[in-house]
């Protein structure tokens, strides 16, 4: 199994920033290879979406159209970790943000959380206007 340990949501006013982590561990994490990690959010009353995506071995991101320019992603490879950097921060940021981990995971499934085996626990995102 893996486990996805999330930390760094708080509550912040609009324009401000957040640095959002996701530890991977667990005997079956393999980071070799498809290996990726990405970061999806649930509003208040709405669906989760795709928020960002990192290819574990090439360092590759994507990211959702609403957050280009403005958020992050990263990973510490020694750490197992990945970042979200989230800057400039709106009222529509608020959310629950969870980690998200696939072993497997091919470029065009990225964005979609149905194809990611594993997720962290969630953590709130509050942008207060």
């Known amino acids: 199994q893996v486990q996805l340990v999330e930390s760094g949501g708080g509550l912040v006013q609009a324009g401000g920033s957040l640095r959002l982590s996701c530890t991977a561990s667990?005997?079956?994490?393999?980071?070799?290879?498809?290996?990726?990690m990405g970061w999806f959010r649930q509003p208040p009353g709405k669906e989760r979406e795709f928020v960002s995506a990192?290819?574990?071995?090439?360092?590759?991101?994507f990211y959702a159209d609403s957050v280009k320019g403005r958020f992050t992603i990263s990973r510490d490879k020694s750490q197992n970790t990945v970042y979200l950097q989230m800057n400039s921060l709106k009222s529509e940021d608020t959310a629950v943000y969870y980690c998200?981990?696939?072993?497997?995971?091919?470029?065009?499934?990225?964005?979609?959380?149905?194809?990611?085996?594993?997720w962290g626990q969630g953590t709130q995102v509050t942008v207060s206007s």
């Open positions: 998200a981990a696939d072993p497997t995971i091919i470029q065009s499934s990225l964005f979609d959380g149905r194809n990611y085996d594993y």
């Open positions: 667990g005997r079956s994490l393999r980071t070799a290879g498809s290996y990726a």
């Open positions: 990192i290819r574990w071995s090439s360092g590759h991101s």
